[in-house]
């Protein structure tokens, strides 16, 4: 099993920029793909980026987030990140972390999810 901490959320202005962190422990990072998703009030749970296990590191994410977001992930250090540019209101909701033992980047079944970290983005 595999615990999740989410740490940097907060509230920024339109156009602003914020790095959400993923803090992992428990078992062996590596082997599990990472990612992130969101809900926004009201709204469904929807996927927002994802990286795969292992050394490769693929990464792939949702329209509304590419270019304008980036996922990484250090496994030295059981860390994985979300570094968020060009922030707009649209992108306001709770952000999870997300794990997937042996997934690829679109994490389709979860196997562990972290409590959320709120991002407000204000007009």
């Known amino acids: 099993q595999v615990q999740l901490v989410e740490s940097g959320g907060g509230l920024v202005e339109t156009g602003g920029s914020l790095r959400l962190s993923c803090a992992a422990s428990g078992s062996t990072f590596s082997v599990y793909a990472l990612g992130w998703f969101r809900q926004a009030s009201g709204k469904e749970r929807e996927f927002v980026a994802g990286?795969?296990?292992?050394?490769?590191?693929?990464?792939y994410y949702s329209h509304s987030a590419e270019g304008r977001f980036t996922i990484s992930r250090d496994n030295a250090a059981n860390m994985m990140y979300l570094q968020m540019e060009s922030l707009k209101p649209e992108d306001t909701a709770v952000y999870y972390c997300?794990?997937?033992?042996?997934?690829?980047?679109?994490?389709?079944?979860?196997?562990?999810w972290g409590k959320g970290t709120l991002v407000t983005v204000s007009s």
């Open positions: 990286i795969s296990w292992g050394t490769k590191s693929n990464t």
């Open positions: 997300a794990a997937e033992l042996y997934g690829s980047f679109s994490l389709r079944k979860v196997d562990y």
